[in-house]
Structures are given as structure tokens and as C-alpha cells.
């Protein structure tokens, strides 16, 4: 995995250091897709020719396509929970992508147009479910204790209170390493040239090797698909 980081993050410094740009955008916002939702940074190259490149980071929730959150309604103040799911994921993309300006944003009165395609790697940040699982104790009363959700023991609904307390299950962190592709079309505008606002639409394909393991009672995929839609805010600099 260090090898790979390594190698793009290399790929990625010899892009910006041999780009004969003449444009460079700063941006940050959200970004909202098929199965999650987060935070976005974008640093963007141009040429003249319509001609660039662009540097992506995003920190996105991940979730299952199948999760359904459920409450149990024989106890009190149940919280809700996902009955079937192991780890609680968040993903950390990084990525490059080529574009090509079809309409180039010069002013207040025009909105610039980009195809986008590229893709990355990705690393996915697994933390175990913990429930609070409701067991009478000698004296008659209920009792909750937490424990990891293990699909062989807790079939039963009815004693799942929901969720356990979010910091348990934090030094159980575990990782695990993917690559994703993405095509899309950017829209840039703005009253300020040098301040500009970008809206980016498209879609996706991620890939981890035999899925990130989310739930443990339906098949997690190797390969996920969906849409995505960022919005961002920009700084832009002057010309070279």
C-alpha cells in the first residue's frame, strides 16, 4: 500500500511540475454521491488550448447500498441501528483526472464548461460496530451492555437497543486499499473571475478487492458504481 501512495503521489508532483498551464484554481467544498457524502478539495491546471489537469482529495462516509435503519420499539429510548452491519466506513480518495474546456469562464456573464475523467486510489477507514445488547440480570432487571456485532450471535432484534456509544470501538481501527474511476462535466462561475464557483457532476466506479466488508449478513461487492455531484468554492491565480 505505501508503494502505491508513494508511486501517485510522485505521478502527481511530476504532472504540476511539467504542466505548461497558464491557470491554476484552488477549490474546496462538499461533495454528495451514490453512497456517501463529505468533504472536497480540488486543485485545477488550465492551458489555453482548453487543455488540463486537475489534483482531487475527498473524505466521503461510506455506506452500504442495502443498509436500512431500523428502531427496536419494545425498549426505551431506542436509538437507531442498521441490523446486519460490521464496520462503519469512511473513505479517503485521492485521485488525478484530465480535462477538456468546451467553454471557458472569462467573465460574469459566461459559465464555463469542462469533461473530466480520471481516477486514483482510494482507503478505506473500517470501524467496528459495537451495539447495546439489552440481558436480564439475577435480580430480574434488564441490563445493556455493549458489545462487536457478530453475525452469529445477535440474530435476535429484540434485545438490540441500537448503537453503543460511537468512541467504543476506536482503537479497532482498520484500513483497507482500493482504486476508483470517475467521468463527469465541471460548471464554473462567479462574479469574480478570481473567486470563482465550480459545480462538478458525473459518475463513478470504485474497486476493493472482495468489497469493504460493511455488512455481515448480505454480499459486500468488489466493484460499486454510482453518481456523484461536488460543489466547491475557488480561489483562482493570476496568469503565468
Request: proline share 4%; hydrophobic share 40%.
Amino acid at each position: 500500500m505505501l508503494r502505491i501512495l508513494v508511486f501517485f503521489i510522485t505521478f502527481i508532483c511530476a504532472l504540476r511540475s511539467h504542466s505548461q498551464s497558464s491557470e491554476r484554481a484552488f477549490y474546496g467544498g462538499i461533495g454528495v454521491k451514490s453512497n456517501g457524502f463529505g468533504l472536497a478539495y480540488q486543485t485545477k491546471l488550465e492551458t489555453q488550448k482548453g487543455l488540463g489537469k486537475q489534483f482531487d482529495i475527498d473524505f466521503t462516509t461510506y455506506h452500504h447500498p442495502q443498509e436500512t435503519k431500523s428502531f427496536n420499539t419494545e425498549v426505551n429510548y431506542p436509538t437507531p441501528y442498521v441490523f446486519g452491519k460490521l464496520n462503519k466506513a469512511a473513505l479517503l480518495k485521492t485521485g488525478c483526472a484530465y480535462s477538456y474546456s468546451i467553454s471557458k469562464f472569462t467573465d460574469a456573464q459566461r459559465i464555463g464548461i469542462d469533461v473530466i475523467f480520471g481516477g486514483g486510489v482510494s482507503l478505506a477507514f473500517l470501524k467496528p460496530v459495537y451495539l447495546n445488547i439489552i440481558y436480564p440480570d439475577p435480580a430480574g432487571f434488564d441490563v445493556i451492555v455493549a458489545e462487536k456485532y457478530n453475525p452469529e450471535k445477535h440474530q435476535d432484534k429484540s434485545i438490540i437497543a441500537g448503537y453503543s456509544d460511537n468512541r467504543i470501538g476506536m482503537n479497532e481501527l482498520d484500513y483497507k486499499a482500493g482504486l476508483f474511476a470517475t467521468a463527469g462535466l465541471g460548471f464554473v462561475w462567479g462574479y469574480f473571475t478570481n473567486f470563482p464557483k465550480r459545480l462538478e457532476l458525473g459518475i463513478f466506479g470504485e474497486f476493493s478487492k472482495n468489497g469493504i466488508p460493511i455488512m455481515g449478513t448480505v454480499k459486500n461487492k468488489s466493484l460499486t458504481n454510482g453518481v456523484y455531484m461536488k460543489c466547491f468554492v475557488g480561489k483562482r491565480m493570476a496568469k503565468n
